[in-house]
């Protein structure tokens, strides 16, 4: 290992898509040398990668900034907020460089020039799998930049681009490299999953001696050989999702889907520029379950678009009321600097939004509480998360629960098993409760 090596703070915002760039730029750093710091002041100099969606998360980022600068004094900027560079420099003209994201090249570029390192023989040792952000038995994939849609709610295609899709040899040779690495749990991100490949026109690849097309499908098939759980996040409901509901029924991908519905009123679904209708995807969710009933549905919904009328929301209180979706987040409308949606006419009181995102809550919550409670009495594998022996529990979760975002299975009276889990083992328990959000469950004797 190099002696003295400079050690860089690193601070990393947003969503998974953005905690798969940190992950690309520390295992960079890494090769290059660097050490990475564990808090601001064992730091030489600090990367702060943002997030600039939501107004909500423009703030958090300037605060980040503010706080690594107050603590360390030496900040570099990327990620989204980046593409902002006027905003951070009129709060902040102290930074040392600002770049955009995905622009790795800029920023390890930067950190070189303001904080030289000295090339040495024996550098760290960087495992093939790079540097992972996750615990060790999960990791999100990410199998393409950007996104071709363009929501009037969402500025993700200004930030980040046209859909930019990975051949699928490129994909399977990273998810390949996570398992050996110990990885149990893949986590398939993008901007638009269902999209993938459309841009490359499905270009053919080969891989294990077989010859895949970059098209979902294919992906879900390839991945599926792993022997993990592959969980597909920010999947659209277009028609060919269909072909992928019977891998799930087999048990080779898990039967857990994650589709950012956003609304179901067609109205307001027209405004937003969302490729898809509340009916056919009312119809879809009934096809998808008669093929497995074991599927999870998770999604997000906004309230108080611009226009949404009383007779809006009582549609996707219907919709919701029939869909019965297993998972639900939902957000009350903000406007996005950039966003077209930000000049709207008929704009929903802040006072309105809140009311409807509580009966709206209300509703889902006794949805959440309904399907959970199907589970009582089975017996499920899952993976454990955390150990918590002063509380004698652990966290673990089902095939039907994504980390950070979803439910957990409480694993109760753990200290009697003498110590026979760990984190991220697979083990079989019994369902014994639920609640609205989470699962209770007693471990099988071993």
């Known amino acids: 290992m190099q002696i003295n090596a400079p050690k860089i703070g690193f601070v990393s915002l947003g969503c998974p ?34 997030c600039g969606f939501l107004n909500s998360a423009i703030e958090e980022s300037l605060e980040a900034i503010g706080e690594a600068l107050d603590e360390n004094g030496k900040v570099l900027v990327t990620g989204c907020l980046g593409k902002k560079s006027e905003m951070i420099l009129e709060k902040y003209p102290n930074v040392l460089g600002i770049s955009g994201p995905q622009d790795y090249e800029n920023l390890v570029k930067a950190v070189h020039e303001n904080l030289p390192i000295e090339h040495h023989a024996f550098t ?41 899709s990975r051949k699928i040899d490129d994909v399977m040779l990273e998810a390949k490299r996570l398992v050996n690495a110990g990885v149990k749990e893949l986590l398939v991100i993008s901007q638009d999953t269902s999209a993938y490949g459309v ?77 898809a209708n509340a009916t056919n995807t009312l119809e879809a969710i009934k096809r998808w379950r008669t093929i497995c009933p074991d599927l999870t549905i998770r999604s997000t919904f906004i309230i108080g678009f611009p226009g949404e009328t009383e007779e809006d929301f009582t549609e996707l209180l219907n919709f919701l009321k029939e869909a019965e979706l297993d998972r639900v987040g939902c957000f009350t409308y903000s406007e996005v600097e950039g966003a077209k949606a930000n000049s709207f006419p008929n704009l929903v009181s802040k006072e309105l939004k809140q009311e409807r995102l509580e009966r709206f809550m209300v509703i889902q919550s006794r949805i959440s509480a309904r399907r959970l409670k199907r589970h009582i009495g089975t017996t499920q594998k899952v993976i454990i998360d955390e ?12 095939q039907y629960d994504a980390p950070e975002v979803d439910g957990v299975v409480i694993i109760e009276n753990i200290n009697s098993h003498n110590g026979s889990i760990a984190k991220g083992l697979f083990v079989n328990v019994t369902i014994t409760d639920a609640n609205e959000h989470d699962l209770f469950a007693k471990l099988h004797n071993h």
């Open 17 to 50: 898509k953005n905690l798969v760039d940190s992950e690309r730029i520390i295992t960079k750093l890494k090769t290059d040398g660097y050490e990475i710091a564990a808090d601001y002041s064992h730091a030489d100099l600090v990367v702060v990668n943002t």
């Open 124 to 164: 760290s040792l960087i495992p093939a799998q790079g540097i992972k952000l996750t615990p060790r038995h999960y990791a999100y994939l990410k199998i393409s930049e950007g996104c071709n849609n363009s929501c009037t709610f969402c500025i993700i295609p200004d930030i980040r681009g046209k859909l930019n």
């Open 199 to 275: 841009d490359i026109k499905y270009a053919e690849a080969q891989w294990n001696n077989q010859v895949y097309q970059s098209r979902f499908i294919d992906l879900a098939e390839a991945l599926s050989t792993l022997g993990v759980w592959v969980r597909m996040h920010y999947v659209y409901p277009y028609p060919h999702v269909d072909k992928v509901i019977p891998l799930m029924a087999e048990g080779k991908i898990t039967p857990y889907l994650d589709i950012p519905f956003q609304h179901a009123s067609a109205r307001i679904l027209k405004l937003m520029k969302r490729p």
């Open 387 to 398: 150990i918590r022996t002063d509380e004698n529990i652990a966290l673990a979760r089902t």
